[in-house]
């Protein structure tokens, strides 16, 4: 009985696979992280998830004005109170739905292990929304989802993802993680980024609509941009002239500045 009831118990704290729940075990990765030298006394954290808290307990140690914990899962929550109470304020929410934005300001530095699953959409979401202020995101991704972020016009991982980051922010890679730095041990390696906002970058009124124009063009991969461009310009002639575009080229073909072109064009047709 005594056994089953235990067995229970570590079925509960068995790390979810749905919640992207691969924790960061290596001490030396944790000790590498937090010593990239963007951490300073002014800095206001935003860890999201936490998970276990290992990573957070390397952020304190950096001594930060503040830090905030956004956790989405309840049954780690008990854990990281006892951890935690005092050092940390800690959130029991998802952070796709998370809008507070007072808790953001021009020292914050958001830091994430994050979920595999819904990566990019956490990532975006720091793209497209302008009310987050920070002066950092420090994230880990899966690789082959690092590469798709840095990949470069004309190769075979340029995306919709490279285009929006880029547009908003200068984009560093780190270092590598290995699979075996984690637990449970993913299929894949991990890359951890770093992103910091361009002083300058090509004017867009909402950045919505370069999202859109990139998914509309990148919904066609393979084929040549022709098509998708007459359908975003409605077949207008003039303004597709005026874009001075090879509508031969294939998506992957355009740098982002031509992205933030058609994007920006397409805006001034909105309004008028
Ligand atoms: N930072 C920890 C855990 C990383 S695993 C470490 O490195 O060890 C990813 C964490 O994100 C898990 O704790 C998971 O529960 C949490 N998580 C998953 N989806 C989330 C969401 N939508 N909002 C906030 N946290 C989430």
Same mark, same amino acid.
């Given at each position: 009985?005594?056994?089953?009831?235990?067995?229970?118990?570590?079925?509960?704290?068995?790390?979810?696979?749905?919640?992207?729940?691969?924790?960061?075990?290596?001490?030396?990765?944790?000790?590498?992280?937090?010593?990239?030298?963007?951490?300073?006394?002014?800095?206001?954290?935003?860890?999201?998830?936490?998970?276990?808290?290992?990573?957070?307990?390397?952020?304190?140690?950096?001594?930060?004005?503040?830090?905030?914990?956004?956790?989405?899962?309840?049954?780690? /929550?008990?854990?990281?109170?006892?951890?935690?109470?005092?050092?940390?304020?800690?959130?029991?929410?998802?952070?796709?739905?998370?809008?507070?934005?007072?808790?953001?300001?021009?020292?914050?530095?958001?830091?994430?292990?994050?979920?595999?699953?819904?990566?990019?959409?956490? /990532?975006?979401?720091?793209? /497209?929304?302008?009310?987050?202020?920070?002066?950092?995101?420090?994230?880990?991704?899966?690789?082959?989802?690092?590469?798709?972020?840095?990949?470069?016009?004309?190769?075979?991982?340029?995306?919709?993802?490279?285009?929006?980051?880029?547009?908003?922010?200068?984009?560093?890679?780190?270092?590598?993680?290995?699979?075996?730095?984690?637990?449970?041990?993913?299929?894949?390696?991990?890359?951890?980024? /770093?992103?910091?906002?361009?002083?300058?970058?090509?004017?867009?009124?909402?950045?919505?609509?370069?999202?859109?124009?990139?998914?509309?063009?990148?919904?066609?991969?393979?084929?040549?941009?022709?098509?998708?461009?007459?359908?975003?310009?409605?077949?207008?002639?003039?303004?597709?002239?005026?874009?001075?575009?090879?509508?031969?080229?294939?998506?992957?073909?355009?740098?982002?500045?031509?992205?933030?072109?058609?994007?920006?064009?397409?805006?001034?047709?909105?309004?008028?």
């Amino acid at each position: 009985m005594r056994q089953l009831i235990l067995q229970k118990k570590l079925i509960k704290k068995r790390p979810k696979k749905s919640l992207g729940q691969n924790f960061l075990i290596d001490k030396n990765i944790l000790k590498r992280i937090v010593e990239i030298n963007i951490f300073n006394s002014e800095s206001e954290i935003i860890e999201i998830g936490p998970g276990t808290g290992n990573l957070t307990d390397y952020l304190i140690k950096k001594k930060p004005k503040k830090i905030f914990i956004i956790e989405k899962d309840k049954d780690l /929550l008990k854990n990281l109170v006892e951890k935690f109470s005092g050092k940390a304020e800690i959130i029991n929410k998802d952070i796709l739905k998370f809008f507070e934005y007072q808790i953001f300001n021009k020292n914050t530095i958001v830091v994430g292990n994050l979920p595999y699953n819904i990566s990019s959409q956490i /990532l975006v979401k720091f793209i /497209l929304d302008n009310n987050f202020r920070f002066r950092a995101l420090m994230f880990m991704f899966q690789k082959e989802m690092a590469n798709r972020i840095l990949a470069k016009v004309n190769s075979k991982d340029y995306g919709r993802l490279s285009i929006l980051s880029n547009w908003k922010f200068r984009v560093k890679k780190l270092f590598d993680i290995k699979a075996g730095s984690f637990n449970p041990r993913p299929k894949v390696e991990s890359s951890i980024l /770093l992103f910091i906002e361009k002083t300058e970058k090509f004017p867009i009124r909402d950045s919505k609509n370069l999202e859109k124009i990139t998914r509309i063009l990148f919904n066609q991969r393979r084929k040549k941009i022709r098509k998708s461009i007459n359908y975003i310009f409605k077949n207008n002639k003039k303004i597709i002239n005026n874009l001075n575009l090879n509508l031969d080229l294939r998506p992957q073909n355009l740098d982002v500045e031509t992205y933030c072109n058609i994007a920006s064009k397409y805006e001034e047709l909105k309004t008028n």
